[in-house]
T-cell receptor, first 114, second 110 residues
Framework: DTGVSQDPRHKITKRGQNVTFRCDPI?????LYWYRQTLGQGPEFLTY????????KSRLLSDRFSAERPKGSFSTLEIQRTEQGDSAMYLC????????????FGPGTRLTVT | DQQVKQNSPSLSVQEGRISILNCDYT??????FLWYKKYPAEGPTFLIS?????DKNEDGRFTVFLNKSAKHLSLHIVPSQPGDSAVYFC?????????FGKGTHLIIQP
């Protein structure tokens, strides 16, 4: 399977705990994106990488959110001190670099904060 | 303020007929538009796209029309099939990531 994969698929955590999600993009894709989707809404852009460089992070929801892509391959999204409002689906997507091109999404990680 | 709007939360269409899903946008800087299909518990799946220099793009049963002056695009599915039942998202590219609408739930009736 050469699609985008995400791990875990589901995560239940208690308020105040830290969580980390992983995304493995399509291998030849240089760009990697993170989105959040809440009920009844479309995906909301958070951040993206071109290889290992994080080119946009001002749209991360708060300073509790951070993302890395240390070797330009897989990426992690961390949420510190989780809050109930962080409960959502976190989606990762990848695309070839440059110009307008389609983004291919993974299955998402469903986060529930209790 | 929503820059991509899908004003129909749901749409019911009889199998075999044409489904038309609509999308409006406000940001004139958007230059590439995409439609995604989403089943429950899965990520969005890319369907079809169109560049702002075109007004129509066709791929099998799916056709996307773009009216730049009206800032409006539409997705036509013909003929509609039961497997087309899903949530459809319109999206646009700007400087960074995609901007999505809220989606339209398409229900194909047998």
């Amino acid at each position: 399977d050469t699609g985008v994969s995400q791990d875990p698929r589901h995560k239940i955590t208690k308020r105040g705990q830290n969580v980390t999600f992983r995304c493995d993009p399509i291998s030849e894709h240089n760009r990697l994106y993170w989105y959040r989707q809440t009920l009844g809404q479309g995906p909301e852009f958070l951040t993206y990488f071109q290889n290992e460089a994080q080119l946009e992070k001002s749209r991360l929801l708060s300073d509790r959110f951070s993302a890395e892509r240390p070797k330009g391959s897989f990426s992690t999204l961390e949420i510190q001190r989780t809050e109930q409002g962080d409960s959502a689906m976190y989606l990762c997507a990848s695309s070839p670099s440059g110009g307008n091109s389609e983004q291919y999404f993974g299955p998402g990680t469903r986060l529930t904060v209790t | 303020d929503q820059q991509v709007k899908q004003n129909s939360p749901s749409l019911s269409v009889q199998e075999g007929r044409i489904s038309i899903l609509n999308c409006d946008y406000t940001n004139s800087m958007f230059d590439y538009f995409l439609w995604y299909k989403k089943y429950p518990a899965e990520g969005p799946t890319f369907l079809i796209s169109i560049s702002s220099i075109k007004d129509k793009n066709e791929d099998g049963r799916f056709t996307v029309f773009l009216n730049k002056s009206a800032k409006h695009l539409s997705l036509h599915i013909v003929p509609s099939q039961p497997g087309d039942s899903a949530v459809y998202f319109c999206a646009a590219t700007g400087a960074d990531g995609l901007t999505f609408g809220k989606g339209t739930h398409l229900i194909i009736q047998p």
